[in-house]
């Protein structure tokens, strides 16, 4: 070696990485054609790792505090070197400081809609988005199976590749599980904790420990929506006839502000029963389509006294008996009926 050629070369004395910025996972400290000088000083701070790398081969690992480098702090590398037998100073090798610090916030979603077999509806598409959290708690592990001989190695390449471990993981934990759907997005935290179990192993074959795993939103098609909401009301609702009442409910407010008003209703309720039984003999030939029919049309009892005054009062106040219809709608109606019989 020449004169110059040593003069030109740098002994490294002390090794540390201040890290400037978030995002930033593995960096390779800058060797080139600087060499390490025995006794050297490695400083590692809280929230880091630091890794030698003899030849490609992982050699000794160091969590936080200060160490002077010597045969004793690099076992190690003083093996695969063979310095048992003569220590070379300076010495070359890779150094890869680890940044063990917990990323916060990292987001994950659905960028289509994942299928899931539901044991209530059959197969389902959904989608959902959230959050997690995540730090290195192997380098070596991480070292050899994600960042590799980069120079540095940030949270954005690890994004893409943890993102699609996380929705397949989801697909098949929801699609597997003897849970209801239903039951699941009722309570997004047993969600989040029945998919974070299952990402746990996932993470932790990278050196990464899951820390956090929320769901924040889940969003179905709207044919499914439907379906839920119909299930929904018909539980609201309880059996047919209440069922049948309720509907007849919602339909007075709405005939109400119609022409003629529930003057009107009482008008028509002439031409037939009343409302509850018109509904509730619609709904049971609905679900009894083969059922023989009736031996008298429903409406022939009403046409005979339909145009009595006092078969309308009597329709009035079945409506009124039943909560069809309030004491005021009842009041106005039969006010318009006596008006029209006495002229």
Do not use: C
Not at 43 to 66: L, W
Not at 204 to 218: K, M, P, Q
Not at 240 to 259: D, G, S, V
Request: charged share 20%; net charge negative.
């Amino acid at each position: 070696m020449s004169l110059f050629s040593f003069i030109s070369k740098q002994f490294i004395d002390i090794l540390e990485w201040q890290e400037e910025g978030d995002g930033v996972l593995a960096w390779r400290y800058p060797m080139q054609d600087n060499e390490i000088q025995y006794g050297a000083s490695l400083t590692v701070r809280e929230s880091q790792m630091a890794v030698f790398i003899n030849e490609g081969k992982i050699a000794d690992v160091f969590g936080p505090g200060m160490y002077k480098l010597t045969t004793q702090t690099l076992p190690v590398l003083t093996y695969l070197q063979h310095w048992d037998k003569l220590f070379e100073s300076p010495f070359k090798s890779d150094l890869v400081f680890f940044s063990t610090r917990l990323q916060l916030g990292r987001k994950w979603g659905t960028p289509q809609p994942v299928t899931l077999r539901d044991k209530d509806f059959g197969m389902v598409r959904l989608r959902a988005f959230g959050i997690y959290s995540y730090r290195i708690t192997d380098p070596k592990l991480f070292y050899s199976e994600v960042s590799g001989t980069r120079d540095s190695y940030t949270v954005d390449d690890l994004e893409q590749q943890l993102r699609n471990q996380v929705v397949a993981t989801m697909a098949s934990t929801l699609g597997g599980s003897a849970v209801p759907f239903l039951d699941m997005a009722a309570n997004q935290g047993l969600m989040a904790d029945t998919i974070k179990t299952a990402l746990l192993p996932v993470f932790a074959r990278y050196g990464v420990a899951l820390d956090s795993f929320a769901v924040e939103n889940i969003s179905l098609p709207e044919e499914l929506q439907k379906a839920i909401d119909k299930r929904i009301a018909m539980g609201m609702a309880g059996d047919l006839n209440q069922y049948t009442r309720y509907q007849a409910a919602e339909a007075i407010p709405l005939a109400a502000q119609n022409e003629g008003g529930l003057a009107g209703i009482g008008a028509g309720l002439a031409a037939g029963v009343g409302v509850g039984q018109i509904m509730t003999q619609a709904m049971q030939q609905t679900l009894q389509p083969t059922a023989a029919a009736p031996a008298e049309p429903p409406a022939a009892p009403a046409a005979d006294t339909g145009d009595s005054p006092q078969a309308k009062l009597a329709q009035l106040k079945a409506l009124l008996d039943a909560g069809l219809i309030t004491q005021a709608d009842y009041d106005t109606a039969k006010a318009d009926v006596l008006k029209k019989l006495v002229g």
